[in-house]
């Protein structure tokens, strides 16, 4: 059986460990990343970086591959990879899992502004702040690139392009952050508004309760829908649950049952 898992989080690497702890015989996986960080993390099992050339590209791989099964564990931003697993999927006849780690909650205290997109989230700063942390990645910064008068901390992990905001600080850096650090970050740069995507998970919150302590306004960036029809779990261990039941639902007669 072979298993094909649009990687790139936290999660996707996850699943591939614990598939290649189950040992489960005859499983191949490999892990697509996109290609876009300069020094990814790198799963257990094969690796193929770049991409595929949209829906068509991915049916024609998942075909000429015999892929079995595919797992979208991409970030919960990456919309567009999504839409085309879906129609990929249904093109060439493999079964689709999408594995999303839930969405962040306000907690009491909080002071959140939610907004469609990164160009609604640049509309709502002027009235909230004048010092930006920008934590959205280093695409999408043309939708800041107007507003002259704010200051920008943005955070990514690898250097970000232009356009951007003309009064910008870039600071590389990769989770998981720590609280104290955070509470640090927004005093030495003064930050009095934060802007975030709902990526979810829990190595970027300290953030949010950064923020919370300090009274800082956050603009949060509603995440895309996941296509209609593709089932959901949240966590990596589901995703390993439906793989495994897969793989034994394909188990020849008589084969030793593999628990795990």
Excluded: C, Q, Y
């Amino acid at each position: 059986m072979h298993v094909l898992i649009l990687g790139g989080t936290t999660e996707a690497r996850r699943l591939a460990e614990l598939l290649a702890a189950g040992h489960l015989p005859g499983l191949r996986v490999t892990n697509s990343l996109a290609g876009r960080v300069a020094a990814p993390r790198t799963p257990p099992g094969e690796v193929r970086i770049g991409g595929f050339g949209g829906a068509e590209g991915l049916a024609v791989w998942l075909g000429e591959h015999t892929v079995d099964l595919l797992v979208d564990a991409t970030h919960p931003f990456a919309g567009t990879i999504s839409f085309n697993a879906a129609r990929a999927a249904a093109t060439a006849g493999v079964p689709l899992l999408a594995l999303r780690r839930p969405g962040w909650v306000p907690a009491a205290g909080d002071d959140w502004h939610e907004a469609g997109s990164l160009a609604e989230a640049a509309a709502l700063l002027p009235a909230l702040g004048a010092r930006v942390f920008l934590t959205t990645g280093r695409t999408g910064l043309a939708a800041f690139a107007g507003l002259r008068d704010l200051w920008f901390l943005v955070r990514s992990v690898d250097a970000p392009g232009v356009p951007r905001p003309p009064r910008t600080e870039v600071l590389l850096d990769r989770g998981p952050f720590t609280l104290d650090g955070e509470r640090e970050l927004l005093r030495r740069h003064r930050i009095d508004v934060l802007v975030t995507k709902d990526s979810g998970g829990e190595a970027t919150a300290p953030k949010l309760a950064a923020a919370r302590e300090a009274g800082v306004p956050v603009v949060v960036v509603r995440r895309p829908p996941v296509p209609e029809g593709v089932p959901v779990v949240s966590g990596p261990g589901e995703a390993a649950r439906w793989v495994r039941e897969a793989h034994a639902r394909r188990r020849p007669p008589g084969a030793p049952h593999v628990s795990g």
